[in-house]
């Protein structure tokens, strides 16, 4: 099922300021903060030696005044960068001009290692030692009636152990046209039975969109939320060329092993 939003709806979703999870998600761990906060002292450091160079000369008072505003922005970027992050993120979806509530189906879910980095060493012979980070991910394909399938590949959470094939899993699916015909993004995904969040990045407000999901089921489709025409309905497709992963085949439950979640 895939009901169009209005775009009221969309950007409340989506808000252009970042909400409080996507804030905490650049906050990121000690070393992010670290390496903030050794940004705001080297840009600090940079407007004085600016403001010294030109200590004299007709540019003074401009160049102080300049300055002095560069310094009060450098001294907390470590605590606003964040923010700017989330927000050009947020904008990155936003920028599409309709969106809608799709309803699909989990097809399957599965386990996969992942290399997400490489470090370099040298070891006591004097050897180049190549040391690969892999990081255990969840992959969930969702699907519906009209043959639309889409993956997202997450890392693995122990909430995650309790999604099942066959589940209904809710998402936020936008797209340039306004039928909504070509799929161009999807959001993180909601899975309602289990009231477990498949994502990386929060993309959307979740208790707004668990709203929507809930005036859905309630309603019938007016106003913010307009049925697309059936005859365009079967016209949605994954179009090639979005860059976004193809989903796999499915592997049946009785091949799967159990140790993915442990």
């Known amino acids: 099922m895939l009901v169009p939003l209005s775009r009221k709806k969309f950007e409340d979703l989506i808000p252009l300021v970042g909400t409080g999870a996507q804030y905490k998600y650049y906050w990121g761990k000690l070393s992010d903060v670290l390496r903030r906060v050794l940004i705001s002292i080297s840009a600090v450091a940079g407007a004085l030696l600016i403001r010294a160079f030109f200590a004299t000369g007709e540019l003074q008072d401009v160049v102080q005044a300049v300055t002095f505003f560069l310094i009060i922005l450098a001294l907390v970027y470590w605590l606003w960068s964040p923010a700017i992050q989330a927000a050009v993120r947020n904008a990155g979806y936003r920028r599409y001009k309709y969106a809608g509530f799709l309803r699909g189906e989990v097809l399957d879910v599965f386990v996969t290692d992942e290399l997400v980095g490489?470090?370099?060493s040298v070891n006591n012979r004097g050897?180049?030692?190549v040391t690969e980070n892999r990081e255990r991910r969840i992959n969930?394909?969702?699907?519906d009636e009209t043959g639309f399938e889409t993956r997202i590949q997450v890392p693995l959470k122990r909430?995650?152990?309790a999604i099942r094939i066959g589940d209904t899993a809710e998402m936020l699916?936008?797209?340039d046209r306004p039928d909504l015909g070509r799929i161009a993004k999807v959001s993180d995904i909601f899975v309602s039975r289990v009231g477990v969040?498949?994502?990386d990045y929060p993309y959307l407000r979740r208790d707004e969109f668990e709203a929507v999901s809930r005036q859905i089921n309630t309603i019938e489709p007016e106003d913010d939320y307009r049925e697309p025409p059936r005859s365009k309905r079967n016209e949605r497709r994954w179009d090639e060329e979005y860059?976004?992963?193809r989903p796999r085949k499915r592997i049946p439950k009785s091949k799967r092993r159990s140790s993915d979640w442990d």
């Open 197 to 199: 969040w498949v994502s």
């Open 118 to 120: 490489t470090e370099e």
């Open 127 to 129: 050897e180049l030692v």
């Open 243 to 245: 860059d976004e992963p």
């Open 159 to 161: 909430e995650h152990q």
């Open 140 to 143: 969930v394909v969702v699907g």
């Open 173 to 175: 699916a936008l797209s």
